[in-house]
């Protein structure tokens, strides 16, 4: 059973930054494309960002540059970096695993202006 738990949202001032985590079970996640996504009130899910099996990765377009997804072999986790981050990216942020269609319960990503 693939379970996806997400950690590291809170409260940040805009043009701060904030890292979230995403540890996982029973996948690898090395070895499996993984991916960011936020969901705002009254908004759809959007990809935030993803990394393919291959390392590759992709992007939103509103990023421009601001966020960088990450994994870490040894401890199986997926990070997002987020960099000067703006009141327009309050969201609940999710981690998914593209094959298993899993996700986490979200953290809650707040930018105060």
């Known amino acids: 059973q693939v379970q996806l738990v997400e950690s590291g949202g809170g409260l940040v001032q805009a043009g701060g930054s904030l890292r979230l985590s995403c540890v996982a079970s029973?996948?690898?996640?090395?070895?499996?494309?993984m991916g960011w996504y936020r969901q705002a009130p009254g908004k759809q899910r959007e990809l935030v960002a993803r990394?393919?099996?291959?390392?590759?990765?992709n992007y939103g377009d509103f990023v421009q540059g601001r966020f960088t997804i990450s994994r870490d072999y040894a401890q199986n986790m997926v990070y997002l970096q987020m960099n000067s981050l703006k009141p327009e990216d309050t969201a609940v942020y999710y981690c998914?695993?593209?094959?298993?269609?899993?996700w986490g319960q979200g953290t809650q990503v707040t930018v105060s202006s």
């Open positions: 998914n695993a593209e094959l298993y269609r899993a």
């Open positions: 990394i393919g099996s291959s390392g590759s990765t």
């Open positions: 029973g996948i690898i996640v090395s070895i499996n494309a």
